[in-house]
C-alpha cells in the first residue's frame, strides 16, 4: 500500500495538461469517485491497525497533493486559453496619441519656412550675451534708454553680461564671422525687465532676418516683406511701411498689415485704424557694418524683427500673452490640428 502512495505521489508531482479536456481525464483518474485516490481510501479498511495511522496521513497527504497539482493545472490552461483568445491578430491597432506642437513653433516654423523659401538659412546665437553684441556693435549710444537696467536684465556688471534684449545680437556675431552676400534668419527667445501681463512678458520670442550683399536696397526690402506677408496672411494682405527709428538701421521703418478681421475697414481689434503692426525693419546702418568689419562702401544691406508671439496672436486670435508660457494642455490641446 506504501509502495503504491509513493509511486502515485511521483507521478502527480510531473503531471502536465495542455488543455481542458486533459485536465479533466487527469481530474477523473486521480480524484473521482472512481479514480485511483478513492480506490485507495477503499483499500484503507484492510490495513493493519498498526500501521493505519502511518498509512492515513501518508493518503491525505496524497489526496492534498493531487487536489492542489490539479488546481494548478487549471490556473494554467485557463490562462492560456485567455491569452488565445485576446490575441487578435487581424484588429487594427490603437491610433497613437499624438502630443501637440507649441503654438509658437508652429508659427516660428512657418516664418522659418516662408522666408526659406527665397534663400534665407538660419543663425542662432547664445540667449546670456554681451554688451558688445546686444548694443555697441548695432550703434546704440552709451546713454541709449535700451541699455538701462528698467529694459535689460543684467547678469554682471563691468563687465557687462547680460540676457539679450532682441535676436538683433545675433546679427552682430553673423557679421563678424560671415562675409557677404549674407541672408540669414536668427529665431530665438530675447528677455526684457517688464512687468508681465496679457500684453507684456519677460521674456519673449523673435525672429530677426538680414540680407547684405551689393546693391541691396529698401525696394528689396519692401518686396521680401511683402512676400511674407501675403504667405502668411493671405494672397489679399495689404503692407504699409511707416517711418521709424532703431539705433541699428538707417532709414527705418515699421510695417503694418491691413487688419484681417475687419479686411481694413476699421474694427475694434485694429482700433479702427484697419491697420495692425508687426514688425521693425529697415537698411542696416553703415556704423553696424564697419563696426563688424564689412566695408559700408561696397556692401548695404536690409535687417528686419519681428515678435513670434505677436504673429501667433494674430493668426490664431490668442488674447493673453501669458497662455503661452503657463503650459495648459486645454490650451495647448487646441492646436492639435495646426500644422
Ligand atoms: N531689434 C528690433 C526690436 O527688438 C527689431 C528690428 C530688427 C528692427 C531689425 C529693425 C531691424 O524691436
New binding site residues.
Given amino acids: 500500500m506504501k509502495e503504491r502512495i509513493k509511486k502515485l505521489l511521483d507521478d502527480i508531482s510531473s503531471l502536465k495538461a495542455a488543455n481542458k479536456d486533459e485536465l479533466e481525464a487527469l481530474r477523473i483518474k486521480y480524484l473521482s469517485k472512481k479514480g485511483e485516490i478513492s480506490s485507495l481510501f477503499n483499500d484503507f479498511r484492510n490495513v493493519a491497525n498498526e500501521q493505519k495511522r502511518e498509512v492515513g496521513q501518508l493518503l491525505n497527504q496524497l489526496k492534498d497533493a493531487a487536489q492542489t497539482k490539479i488546481n494548478e493545472l487549471k490556473v494554467s490552461v485557463e490562462s492560456n486559453s485567455d491569452a488565445q483568445e485576446a490575441m487578435d491578430l487581424t484588429r487594427t491597432p490603437d491610433p497613437i496619441e499624438l502630443g501637440t506642437r507649441h503654438p509658437l513653433s508652429i508659427v516660428k516654423n512657418e516664418i522659418v519656412d516662408i522666408f526659406s523659401r527665397i534663400g534665407f538659412t538660419i543663425a542662432e546665437g547664445p540667449e546670456v550675451e554681451d554688451d558688445w553684441h546686444v548694443f555697441s556693435a548695432l550703434n546704440f549710444p552709451p546713454e541709449h534708454p535700451a541699455r538701462d537696467m528698467q529694459d535689460t536684465f543684467f547678469i554682471t556688471r563691468d563687465p557687462d553680461v547680460l540676457l539679450r534684449?532682441?535676436?538683433?545680437s545675433v546679427?552682430s556675431r553673423v557679421m563678424l564671422n560671415q562675409k557677404p552676400p549674407i541672408r540669414v534668419l536668427c529665431p530665438g527667445r530675447?528677455y526684457r525687465n517688464e512687468a508681465i501681463s496679457y500684453r507684456a512678458h519677460c521674456f519673449f520670442h523673435?525672429i530677426?532676418?538680414?540680407y547684405i550683399d551689393k546693391n541691396v536696397s529698401f525696394a528689396d526690402l519692401r518686396q521680401a516683406l511683402l512676400y511674407f506677408a501675403k504667405e502668411m496672411f493671405g494672397e489679399d494682405t495689404k503692407i504699409r511701411l511707416r517711418p521709424s527709428y532703431?539705433p541699428?538701421?538707417e532709414p527705418?521703418a515699421e510695417m503694418d498689415i491691413s487688419c484681417d478681421l475687419c479686411g481694413g475697414k476699421g474694427c475694434a481689434f485694429c482700433k479702427g485704424t484697419g491697420w495692425v503692426e508687426i514688425?521693425?525693419?529697415?537698411m542696416?546702418d553703415p556704423n553696424v557694418l564697419e563696426n563688424c568689419g564689412i566695408d559700408s562702401k561696397v556692401y548695404t544691406g536690409?535687417?528686419?524683427?519681428?515678435?513670434v508671439e505677436r504673429i501667433t496672436n494674430l493668426k490664431f486670435k490668442v488674447k493673453d500673452l501669458r497662455m503661452f508660457s503657463e503650459n495648459d494642455v486645454r490650451f495647448l490641446d487646441q492646436f492639435k490640428s495646426a500644422y
Fill in positions: 534684449t532682441h535676436t538683433s546679427q530675447v523673435q530677426e532676418g538680414l532703431f541699428f538701421t527705418s514688425l521693425g525693419c529697415g542696416v536690409y535687417a528686419f524683427g519681428l515678435g
